[in-house]
């Protein structure tokens, strides 16, 4: 299968490549360093040198680079089987004391990211009636996140995304889901504080991820909801 992966040069995004990868699949990544992707794509292509793997680097928050993304894909003339939309970012803050325009950053990195490409790609997906898009949301879809208001509004707004996709996808027969992690100890987490054994592992959602791939065409996941076994931080 192929299998697109958005913020795909570290953390949780480098994570679900390595997994795929070891299934077999072929790669196509993006993120929005191009050194870490670089670096990411020499990791994976000695590891894993009988996949096609290939990668580009685009800035996602940025619309035109969003549908470029999207044009490079499909100049790529392959079925579109796995959509990950993993791209995000995160600025610290409430709504009342976070920057002025972190709201706007929010939307367009968390959200308009994963809008944008994905409204690229469906024509060809519903035309070949087939595919497999999953949205990379998070707790901070279900309730307020402490320090995280644009950035929970964003994930809140990723949410109705994935959900109203996956209602108009139906008579397509494309599969939608909506994944929603808690903490998972990436780059961000790095200089908290908090115990690693503490949260997960980024590979305990890549994990998951592919499994709820192998389902048979009758099945969907629509929504995969993850926490840390001690609860939310």
């Known amino acids: 299968m192929n ?3 958005t913020g795909a040069s570290r953390g949780l995004g480098f994570a679900m490549a390595e997994k795929f990868a070891m299934e077999g699949h072929n790669l196509f990544l993006t993120a929005r360093n191009e050194v870490s992707l670089y670096h990411a794509l020499e990791s994976l292509m000695g590891r894993f040198p009988d996949q096609q793997i290939k990668a580009r680097a685009f800035d996602l928050a940025v619309k ?3 549908i470029a993304c999207g044009q490079w894909l499909l100049d790529q003339k392959i079925r579109i089987d796995i959509l990950i939309n993993n791209a995000g970012d995160f600025i610290p803050g409430s709504v009342y004391n976070e920057p002025d325009g972190a709201l706007e950053s929010m939307l367009a990195a968390n959200l308009l990211s ?3 490409l994905t409204r690229t790609l469906l024509p060809v997906m519903m035309e070949k009636k087939s595919g497999h898009i999953i949205n990379l949301c998070s707790i901070a879809s279900f309730a307020a996140y402490a320090n995280g208001g644009a950035y929970s509004i964003s994930k809140f707004a ?3 995304f ?6 108009e996808m139906k008579p397509y027969h494309i599969k939608v889901t909506g994944v929603y992690p808690g903490a998972t100890y990436t780059d961000s987490w790095a200089a908290s504080g908090v115990d690693p054994e503490r949260i997960m592992k980024p ?3 890549a994990d998951s991820i592919v499994q709820i791939t192998k389902l ?3 099945a969907v996941v629509e929504d995969l909801v993850i926490r840390p076994l001690l609860g939310d931080l």
């Open 158 to 160: 990723l949410s109705g």
């Open 162 to 167: 994935s959900k109203n996709l996956r209602e």
């Open 64 to 66: 035109e680079k969003a």
């Open 114 to 116: 994963a809008y944008h």
């Open 216 to 218: 048979s065409a009758q």
């Open 3 to 5: 299998v697109i992966i």
């Open 203 to 205: 590979s305990d959602i």
